[in-house]
């Protein structure tokens, strides 16, 4: 690529935060460079400041967070000089963010073509009566199935790659000249990931945009960054061309992350899978679950999210749920654990039919199978602190007594890689890995008997992703707990699952062990699933 001077120029950069127990230094005199044109990405562990960064750049610091020094030059202004007035009119046109979390960046009372008709109206881009058109056109090229139906959805009638996509519509609504993506595909199956990506390097090498993408997927780093910048500390530690960085690391931090990355070849973590004979923990029969939605000329219509779902799980077994944002494989395990009740179909624990469970027999139920949240955030008690979170099963369910729980907290904390010193903090406080822990630690607490894990590791950098699923992995070996492991990252699921099931459409198309569907997998949706996975099997 011909090298242009930067649109993007940072100098010194310094973020601190205001918190509770003091100042928290966040970035630490970073330099970075982003030209016209290219693809820079931002990568390193969770807490590492590359997030900070990015909201830096836009004006956007959480509360309590400031820039202590440093310069951000766009286009000829410095942007760390520049009043909220001003910042605003140079956001969206300018600069287009798509931030990370969608449950905390979408309005929830709002329509999703509203929200995207707002930015388009906020800068003159569409007048009320022609930004119609362009909603639709943007959720579209965002990847948004039928966006004339999801433009008249609340976000939380959408999955969680579905509400991704609306915040990459919003980004993409004023053709800004720089796309901040912080994490933007880090909730989305591999196909979409794929579209939403081509579609960034598209707008980078046909119409010069420029992209700083900020990621701990280091497989779509090497994929589509023509720079990769590694950030540890609040620092950058090594930036080069990807293809040198990938091929001949020279810091050791460099070479730890590459070496965590999860790959499709790589040898499961996974224990033997429980002995054949055994009866299921847990059977689904016909699981079936329909929604109403939004009246149209034909009357009232239903959404049919999950379709005769049969699934099987055994006493130490992990059967991992795949398939595309949509496909029905969140709703499925919100059914299995009765957070929603089902249209149709049985579901069995140990053999006995807990479908019409209620009242104490429900509660007890509770205890033995717990969930962990795709989105941390939304799910954890914004005014508790970690120790009150992760305790508080404890405490309901009358677990040990003050010093028995503040051991078994300490321990659960120690399990996740969260050091003491987060037990005072609240969720607004740790980064976006760090509250997936949390959550992780919290539905560990009453030792269950099978936990469903909803994108456990969506949100963690490559390293901490592997130490959680070896904690996972030695958890299951120990105490013969059951997973229900729901994700779109197969390279993940590769090396924690003895079975996997593919879902597409609410139904199930292919379920065999993991070792057969990896090696030949029959369906071919299954085969395009694989084909899309970013990075492929590099030698990194």
């Avoid at 309005?107 to 362009?134: F, S, Y």
């Avoid at 980064?431 to 919290?442: D, K, L, P």
């Amino acid at each position: 690529m011909k090298k242009n001077s930067p649109l993007l120029s940072l100098r010194g950069l310094r973020v601190s935060y205001h918190t509770r127990t003091g100042l928290l230094s966040a970035v630490r005199g970073v330099d970075l460079d982003v030209a016209p044109g290219e693809i820079v990405a931002l990568v390193g562990e969770s807490g590492s400041g590359k997030s900070t960064t990015a909201h830096a750049i836009s004006g956007l610091l959480p509360p309590g967070g400031r820039i202590d020094a440093g310069q951000i030059q766009f286009g000829g202004l410095d942007l760390a000089a520049l009043s909220e007035k001003a910042l605003r009119a140079v956001r969206g046109t300018g600069i287009g963010l798509i931030p990370q979390d969608p449950a905390v960046s979408l309005n929830p009372v709002q329509r999703i073509g509203t929200q995207v008709a707002e930015v388009l109206r906020i800068h003159h881009l569409a007048t009320r009566r022609t930004a119609g058109d362009k909603v639709l056109e943007l959720l579209a090229r965002a990847g948004l199935p039928d966006p004339g139906v999801q433009a008249r959805r609340h976000p939380h009638e959408l999955s969680g790659g579905m509400r991704q996509r609306a915040l990459i519509a919003i980004a993409l609504a004023g053709d800004p000249r720089l796309i901040i993506a912080d994490e933007p595909t880090s909730a989305l199956d591999v196909t979409v990931q794929q579209s939403i990506l081509d579609h960034l390097q598209t707008l980078a090498r046909e119409s010069g945009t420029a992209v700083l993408l900020v990621t701990h997927d280091l497989g779509v780093a090497a994929d589509r960054a023509d720079r990769i910048a590694v950030m540890s500390q609040g620092r950058i530690v090594e930036c080069a061309p990807a293809d040198r960085l990938l091929g001949a690391p020279r810091e050791a931090y460099t070479r730890q992350l590459l070496s965590a990355v999860p790959r499709l070849d790589a040898s499961p973590i996974a224990p033997p899978p429980p002995a054949e004979g055994r009866p299921p923990l847990l059977e689904t029969e016909h699981l079936t679950k329909d929604y109403p939605l939004p009246h149209s000329a034909g009357g009232p219509r239903l959404l049919r999210a999950v379709d005769g779902v049969d699934i099987t799980v055994h006493r130490g077994e992990t059967v991992a749920l795949v398939g595309e944002s949509g496909s029905g494989k969140s709703t499925t395990a919100r059914l299995v654990l009765r957070l929603t009740p089902p249209t149709a179909g049985r579901i069995r624990v140990d053999g006995e039919d807990v479908t019409e469970f209620r009242g104490t027999r429900l509660r007890a139920l509770r205890r033995r199978a717990q969930l962990v949240y795709q989105n941390p955030y939304g799910s954890l008690d914004p005014r508790l602190t970690v120790g009150d979170i992760v305790g508080e099963p404890l405490r309901a369910f009358r677990v040990a007594d003050r010093a028995g729980r503040a051991r078994r907290v300490a321990g659960l904390l120690d399990r996740v890689a969260l050091p003491a010193t987060v037990l005072g903090r609240r969720p607004a406080e740790l980064s976006g890995g760090q509250r997936q822990r949390v959550a992780i630690a919290r539905a560990l607490a009453l030792s269950p008997d099978l936990v469903v894990c909803d994108e456990p590791v969506s949100a963690l950098d490559v390293s901490v992703q592997e130490q959680i699923l070896r904690l996972l992995a030695e958890l299951q070996t120990d105490t013969g707990v059951a997973f229900l492991f729901v994700s779109h990252d197969l390279a993940v699921v590769r090396q924690i699952a003895h079975r996997v099931v593919v879902m597409r459409s609410g139904r199930v198309v292919e379920s065999a062990p993991a070792d057969d569907l990896f090696r030949a997998p029959v369906h071919p949706y299954t085969r395009d699933l694989l084909a899309a996975v970013p990075g492929g099997t590099p030698a990194v």
